[in-house]
């Protein structure tokens, strides 16, 4: 959110901030979890004095522990991603901003988006998730991750769109009566 509040123009204003579907979360923990499994088996053997440390009970201490160092560099990887990426719909652009130390940014304004294309699955719409895909003019072809509720997404970047394209929308038919 920071960066999208540094890079506003004087006239922008912020509308909407897209989220990642719980499942990301989900997917995080479980190679976690999975790389605890070992762990508590070897906890496990350990307690109940099976484990007498010959070279080959070493081994298996140590590929235990690799699980599990491997299974905490994925959660912290994925939650890395999570939360330094910013999906950000504002009355003048759509930003896509990734990264935490190196930054990687793509932005289009409203009123160069051609079309916004939603993918779900059939597990995504059960689950709420999909991707969307933004083409601008010319080559701008931007690719968001998994999100949660991508068609209330793409509502919003349509009605931004609609806004940056045509002004503010009176009710003519309103003013004549």
Same mark, same amino acid.
């Given at each position: 959110?920071?960066?999208?509040?540094?890079?506003?123009?004087?006239?922008?204003?912020?509308?909407?901030?897209?989220?990642?579907?719980?499942?990301?979360?989900?997917?995080?923990?479980?190679?976690?979890?999975?790389?605890?499994?070992?762990?508590?088996?070897?906890?496990?053997?350990?307690?109940?004095?099976?484990?007498?440390?010959?070279?080959?009970?070493?081994?298996?201490t140590i590929l235990?522990?690799?699980?599990?160092?491997?299974?905490?560099? @994925? /959660?912290? +990887?994925?939650?890395?991603?999570?939360?330094?990426?910013?999906? %950000? !719909?504002?009355?003048?652009?759509?930003?896509? #901003?990734?990264?935490?130390?190196?930054?990687?940014?793509?932005?289009?304004?409203?009123?160069?988006?051609?079309?916004?294309?939603?993918?779900?699955?059939?597990?995504?719409?059960?689950?709420?998730?999909?991707?969307?895909?933004?083409?601008?003019?010319?080559?701008?072809?931007?690719?968001?991750? @998994? /999100?949660? +509720?991508?068609?209330?997404?793409?509502?919003?970047?349509?009605? %931004? !769109?609609?806004?940056?394209?045509?002004?503010? #929308?009176?009710?003519?038919?309103?003013?004549?009566?």
């Amino acid at each position: 959110m920071g960066y999208v509040k540094n890079t506003l123009a004087p006239v922008e204003e912020y509308l909407y901030r897209a989220k990642f579907n719980w499942t990301y979360d989900f997917g995080s923990w479980f190679w976690f979890a999975l790389g605890c499994v070992p762990v508590a088996f070897w906890l496990y053997l350990l307690f109940q004095n099976y484990l007498q440390f010959p070279p080959e009970e070493r081994m298996f201490t140590i590929l235990t522990f690799a699980a599990l160092a491997f299974g905490g560099i @994925v /959660l912290l +990887r994925r939650y890395v991603h999570k939360w330094t990426t910013v999906i %950000a !719909v504002t009355s003048m652009r759509l930003i896509l #901003k990734t990264g935490l130390v190196g930054r990687d940014s793509h932005e289009v304004n409203l009123d160069k988006i051609e079309e916004v294309l939603v993918h779900q699955s059939f597990l995504g719409r059960i689950l709420g998730f999909g991707v969307l895909t933004i083409r601008g003019t010319g080559i701008a072809v931007i690719k968001f991750p @998994v /999100l949660a +509720r991508p068609m209330e997404i793409r509502r919003e970047i349509e009605t %931004a !769109v609609a806004a940056a394209k045509n002004g503010p #929308k009176t009710n003519s038919s309103r003013d004549s009566i």
